[in-house]
């Protein structure tokens, strides 16, 4: 069972370049988020999908957008890339967006640097 | 605003003996609270939980405790390995959205 899968696992981007990091699960989890994690801080949601056609913001959306076409792959895009978007970026999924007894599962994150 | 924190960045345990990590909480609504345990270079990986009708929740070797008095929540870890060495993480989720609000984390080194 390969669980949650993001790649690529490292990149580097020059300052205006786009690109979209990928996500898969294979747990048919509704729900799937996208993270980012700074030095010294926690982790702060990006955006989060209940289900296929359905997204929604988290608490630092601007500069990514997000689709769920399929419960599986949940991609954050990366429109224009701004060293303030280096960061390691984390996607999780569960059956119910972490609520009680259904905990998110951790892809093992993408670890983004901008130029 | 809502926040979750953590009173100690690095916690350093003898091998063998018990760790006790604490995080304070600030929204009396939350209704659930989480652990995570991430190692270097992995995604956090759920450790334990604990509903707020609930004081404390036993695991394999790791106990929960919610003092909601305080707002405070603490992760005890018996008899130390060193595979527990990662930063530990507790987050909270109000129960009214999908959105957990996570502390900081706390480095926990083992020492031989």
């Known amino acids: 069972n390969a669980g949650v899968t993001q790649t690529p696992k490292f990149q580097v981007l020059k300052t205006g370049q786009s690109m979209t990091l990928q996500c898969a699960q294979d747990?048919?989890?509704?729900?799937m988020s996208w993270y980012r994690q700074d030095p010294g801080m926690g982790l702060r949601l990006i955006h989060y999908?209940?289900?296929?056609?359905?997204?929604d913001q988290g608490e630092v959306p601007n500069g990514y957008n997000v689709s769920r076409s399929t419960t599986e792959d949940f991609p954050l895009r990366l429109l224009s890339a701004a060293p303030s978007q280096t960061s390691v970026y984390f996607c999780a999924s569960s059956y119910s967006g972490g609520q009680a007894d259904s905990p998110l599962h951790f892809g093992n994150g993408t670890r983004l640097t901008v130029t | 605003g809502e926040s979750v924190g953590l009173h100690l960045p690095t916690l350093s345990v003898q091998e063998g003996d018990n760790s006790i990590i604490n995080c304070a909480y600030s929204n009396s609504a939350s209704d659930y609270f989480i652990w995570y345990k991430q190692e270097s270079g992995k995604g956090p990986q759920f450790i334990i939980d604990?509903?707020?009708n609930m004081d404390k929740r036993q695991g394999q070797r790791v106990t929960v405790l919610l003092n909601k008095t305080v707002k405070h929540l603490s992760l005890q870890i018996a008899a130390t390995q060193p595979g527990d060495s990662a930063v530990y993480f507790c987050?909270?989720?109000?129960?009214?959205?999908?959105?957990?609000?996570w502390g900081a984390g706390t480095k926990l080194i083992i020492k031989p």
């Open positions: 987050a909270e989720n109000s129960g009214s959205n999908y959105q957990l609000i």
């Open positions: 604990i509903r707020s």
């Open positions: 747990m048919n989890h509704e729900y």
């Open positions: 999908s209940v289900g296929a056609g359905i997204t």
